[in-house]
């Protein structure tokens, strides 16, 4: 019988499957491009094709992100993923849900953000004197460093999660109680992130060759 964690990375590739299909010759011919146009010198033309191809490659990891959304918990809905290219993240691939429920007025958001030049320069973030100045709690999130805020009066928050210091999983909650933002952090597979990014590592090095 498959796992869950099986059946996900199953969705996971097939996806990169069927989009790699559909970007993998659009990535070499930008990257076939770049070559020619820096062979003529023509450097920005090079630049501009190999950003191209970055942006394609992005896609497809974005696509692979979305099979790691939780479904909507009970009594909750859904509304589309939608991909994300951080900008502000050094160009990093992601994915971004939002969940309500209607008896409550309850909304949550999820995103997940890809590895970025950025990123170790967030690892700080999860030192527990740096969260603590912010007033979060350093905690744990399936076994990964986790940086709680939530303030009970508001009844709203965000749980930052650090997986492996690839991923990050930021949850971000209005008119919620903190178990129900717990239950979406913790509704996430974090263990197929680890052979997800293996899967990532693999068909860019393909493509890139």
Not at 179 to 187: G, I, Q
């Amino acid at each position: 019988m498959f796992t869950r964690q099986t059946k996900i990375l199953v969705l996971v590739m097939a996806a990169f499957i069927c989009s790699g299909a559909a970007y993998a010759d659009d990535v070499l011919e930008a990257i076939q491009e770049a070559t020619e146009a820096y062979n003529e010198k023509a450097y920005t033309e090079a630049v501009e094709s190999l950003e191209y191809a970055k942006q394609l490659i992005q896609q497809m990891t974005s696509e692979g992100l979305k099979n790691f959304l939780p479904k909507p918990l009970e009594g909750w809905k859904a509304k589309e993923a939608k991909s994300q290219n951080m900008g502000m993240m050094g160009g990093s691939a992601g994915v971004e849900q939002e969940y309500w429920k209607a008896s409550s007025g309850s909304s949550v958001t999820m995103t997940i953000m890809g590895e970025s030049p950025m990123f170790q320069g967030m690892m700080g973030m999860f030192n527990p004197a740096i969260a603590g100045s912010s007033g979060g709690k350093l905690q744990k999130i399936k076994r990964n460093k986790a940086i709680v805020n939530y303030s009970a009066d508001n009844r709203d928050g965000e749980i930052m999660i650090n997986v492996d210091k690839k991923y990050l999983v930021i949850v971000k909650g209005s008119n919620v109680d903190e178990n129900e933002l717990r239950n979406y952090a913790s509704a996430v597979d974090y263990n197929g992130f680890k052979c997800f990014y293996c899967l990532i590592e693999t068909l860019t090095s393909r493509v890139c060759l």
